[in-house]
T-cell receptor, first 112, second 113 residues
């Protein structure tokens, strides 16, 4: 019940295209869903996060879509650039700092 | 404003040894969480500290222990190292009123031979 399932494992997108990464969770007690971006040899960097009271949140080229009834959320990267090539992790947590549960990650490669 | 810092950056140990990793949180953050990230996997929660006490713990054995100091910095100790402890160890810090929003340091790469 603590799992966060992430797909796909890897993704290749043409420059200018849309990258879409999906996640599903089980524990309905989670109320905070962040996405992290990690480059090789670096720590994860917080990209964008959403709470269940909204269905969509957009920051620049990054958008989270959230479906509470399906217990699913996704990250859309619009106008994908080669500099976006990295590993992306979805995660789930609870307000107050319950341990954050991470997905297995998606390796994104954006072709120039 | 310095972000989360960790030391050392890399470490090589042999089986059975003990290791101590260090973390300094971002300014204004009082909470420190530790994660283990094996190659090709997502970070796994080890434990979380605030107010100098361990508040939550993941599924890690007692060989993993920690400490938080009055200045909010933290240490992760691992005893009796196993080959499987080889991983990137990440520290994340957060504000007291937003503990779920975590900012990660660059990590310490531990190799156990």
């Amino acid at each position: 019940q603590q799992q966060v399932k992430q797909s796909p494992q890897s993704l290749i997108v043409q420059k200018g295209g849309i990258s879409i990464i999906n996640c599903a969770y089980e524990n309905t007690a989670f109320d905070y869903f962040p996405w992290y971006q990690q480059f090789p040899g670096k720590g994860p960097a917080l990209l964008i996060a959403i709470r269940p009271d909204v269905s969509e949140k957009k920051e620049g080229r990054f958008t989270i879509s959230f479906n509470k009834s399906a217990k699913q959320f996704s990250l859309h990267i619009m106008d994908s650039q080669p500099g976006d090539s990295a590993t992306y992790f979805c995660a789930a947590s609870k307000t107050g700092g319950f341990k954050t549960i991470f997905g297995a990650g998606t390796r994104l490669f954006v072709k120039a | 404003d310095a972000g989360v810092t960790q030391s050392p950056t890399h470490l090589i140990k042999t089986r059975g040894q003990q290791v101590t990793l260090r973390c300094s949180p971002k300014s204004g953050h009082d909470t420190v969480s530790w994660y283990q990230q094996a190659l090709g996997q997502g970070p796994q929660f080890i434990f979380q500290y605030y107010e100098e006490e361990e508040r939550q713990r993941g599924n890690f054995p007692d060989r993993f222990s920690g400490h938080q100091f009055p200045n909010y910095s933290s240490e992760l100790n691992v005893n009796a190292l196993l080959l499987g402890d080889s991983a990137l160890y990440l520290c994340a810090s957060s504000y007291p009123d937003r503990r779920e929003t975590q900012y990660f340091g660059p990590g310490t790469r531990l190799l156990v031979l």
